[in-house]
């Protein structure tokens, strides 16, 4: 397993932009299949885009696709979303996980992960 901290969550307004930061600990951190979840208030966690080993293939969901962007850097144990063009309900704790069985595409359909992070706050007001 891979300890995972995130950061970068806070306050922003409809339209504004922020980028949270994933910083994995171990040497096994280019083996594992990332992503980031999330989890609005009184909603069940969602998949919001993940990203393979090699950093090369990446998946979002519907709700995020040419408004966020993940992306990684193995030689600093390091995974980023980029979220612009904000809406309210992108408001949720961002959470980030992965896996070194799974793979990054079927993050899409299962949340069961082997390492997550405790989660930062985004919240978007209008």
């Known amino acids: 397993q891979v300890q995972l901290v995130e950061s970068g969550g806070g306050l922003v307004q409809a339209g504004g932009s922020l980028r949270l930061s994933c910083a994995a600990s171990g040497r096994t951190f280019s083996s594992y299949a990332m992503g980031w979840f999330r989890q609005a208030p009184g909603k069940e966690r969602e998949f919001v885009a993940a990203i393979s080993r090699p950093g090369i293939a990446t998946y979002y969901a519907d709700s995020v696709k040419g408004r966020f962007t993940i992306t990684r850097d193995n030689g600093q144990n390091m995974v980023y979303l980029q979220m612009d063009s904000l809406k309210p309900e992108d408001t949720a704790v961002y959470y980030c996980?992965?896996?070194?069985?799974?793979?990054?595409?079927?993050?899409?359909?299962?949340?069961?992960?082997?390492?997550w992070g405790k989660g930062t706050l985004v919240t978007v007001s209008s």
């Open positions: 996980a992965g896996d070194p069985a799974m793979t990054a595409r079927k993050m899409g359909v299962s949340s069961r992960m082997d390492s």
